[in-house]
C-alpha cells in the first residue's frame, strides 16, 4: 500500500488532483515515448532511426551497408524496433523497406531534429 503522509502543512488537494489528470492525459503519449526511448537506448539502433527519419525508407541491405554491419547484425535491430513498433515494414518482391511507423514518428523525429538539421545544413564538398 502507498504510503501517502507528507510532512508538510498543507497539501492542494484540487492542485494535485488536476496533476493526476494532466497525467491520465498523457499516459498513452507517455507509455509510447517510454517504448520509444528504451530501444534507442542503442547506439545502433538510434543510427537506425537517424537513418530512416533522413531518407524515409531504406531496406535492410542498405543499413547494413552503410553501417558496414552485417545484415543479419542489422536485422536483429530492425527486428526489436518493428516489435516495438517503432518501424514498419513494407515488402516489395524480396526486398523488405523499412521506415519510421506513423504512431512513433512524432516522438523520434523531435529527438533527432537537431543532427537532422545541423547534417543538411553541413556544406558538402
Not at 526489436?80 to 523520434?108: C, E, I, M, W
Amino acid at each position: 500500500m502507498m504510503n501517502t503522509t507528507c510532512i508538510r502543512v498543507y497539501a492542494d488537494g484540487d492542485y494535485l488532483q488536476q496533476c493526476q489528470g494532466r497525467l491520465a492525459d498523457v499516459d498513452s503519449s507517455l507509455q509510447i515515448m517510454a517504448t520509444v526511448l528504451a530501444l534507442t537506448g542503442n547506439e545502433v539502433r538510434l543510427r537506425i532511426l537517424y537513418l530512416l527519419a533522413t531518407e524515409q525508407q531504406l531496406c535492410v541491405c542498405d543499413i547494413a551497408d552503410i553501417l558496414r554491419m552485417t545484415v543479419s547484425a542489422v536485422s536483429q535491430h530492425l527486428r526489436k524496433l518493428k516489435d516495438g513498433d517503432v518501424l514498419q515494414a513494407r515488402k516489395v518482391g524480396q526486398t523488405v523497406f523499412y521506415a519510421l511507423s506513423p504512431t512513433h514518428a512524432p516522438v523520434v523525429q523531435p529527438l533527432l531534429a537537431g543532427l537532422i538539421a545541423s547534417s543538411t545544413s553541413a556544406p558538402t564538398l
